[in-house]
């Protein structure tokens, strides 16, 4: 992804709910993708991490999903709590050098 | 584990100031750090890599007279920010690379507001 933009995209779900983030990234020679949650004043936290050798990983409550064929990577929250409310980015590896791009960043509402 | 601090958590100077940020691996050793910028309501933006025991490598349109980078040991790498503007507030977060490579791990970030 590109880090453009004004303001964050918003998705605003109900407690409960299930929730899924997409993201679109850019380098087809990526081969580590990552997704983050950034909560208000605080550095990025590490939720999941997927390698280009494979197109789904779970972790507790989350799943990513990598599809090459069209660079999508979407993250997958189940029963979405207030808790995860937070801006979520994705990243990418592009080959090489350890180090991330990120993406432009969703902003997740959680609502009661 | 994995734990990565960043020091001060705020910073208010006066035009002029050259201010300095520390990125520390509490708990683990980081060949590698990485610093990045971060405006509101936008994403992180690379700024450079810092080596220990190397030169940093900075991304294109990163002054590296303006940002000046140091990792000399293994747990501390530091940003300068020389002669700062109230352009160059910003939030400014660093990472380490862990044991085992990827996923850098995160500080909780400096905010700089240059009055």
């Known amino acids: 992804g590109e880090n453009v933009g004004l303001h964050l995209p918003t998705l605003s779900v109900q407690e409960g709910d299930n929730s899924i983030i997409n993201c679109a990234y850019s380098?087809?020679?990526?081969?580590?993708f990552i997704w983050y949650k950034q909560e208000s004043g605080k550095g990025p936290q590490f939720i999941i991490d997927?390698?280009?050798?494979?197109d789904k990983r779970q972790g507790q409550r989350v799943t990513v999903l990598l599809n090459k064929t069209v660079k999508h990577l979407s993250l997958q929250i189940a029963a979405t709590q207030p808790g995860d409310s937070a801006v979520y980015f994705c990243?990418?590896?592009?080959?090489?050098?350890?180090?991330?791009?990120f993406g432009a960043g969703t902003r997740l509402a959680v609502h009661p | 584990g994995a734990v990565v601090s960043q020091h001060p958590s705020r910073v208010i100077c006066k035009s002029g100031t050259s201010v300095k940020i520390e990125c520390r691996s509490l708990?683990?050793?980081?060949?590698?750090m990485f610093w990045y910028r971060q405006f509101p309501k936008q994403s992180l933006m690379l700024m450079a890599t810092s080596n220990e025991g190397s030169k940093a490598t900075y991304e294109q349109g990163v002054e590296k007279d303006k940002f000046l980078i140091n990792h000399a040991s293994l747990t501390l790498s530091t940003l300068t920010v020389t002669s700062a503007h109230p352009e160059d507030s910003s939030f400014y977060i660093c990472s380490a690379l862990g044991p085992h490579a990827q996923p850098q791990h995160f500080g909780d970030g400096t905010r700089l507001s240059i009055l």
């Open positions: 997927i390698r280009s050798n494979m």
């Open positions: 990243a990418e590896n592009p080959g090489g050098y350890n180090k991330l791009i």
């Open positions: 380098n087809s020679a990526s081969d580590y």
């Open positions: 708990d683990f050793q980081a060949t590698t």
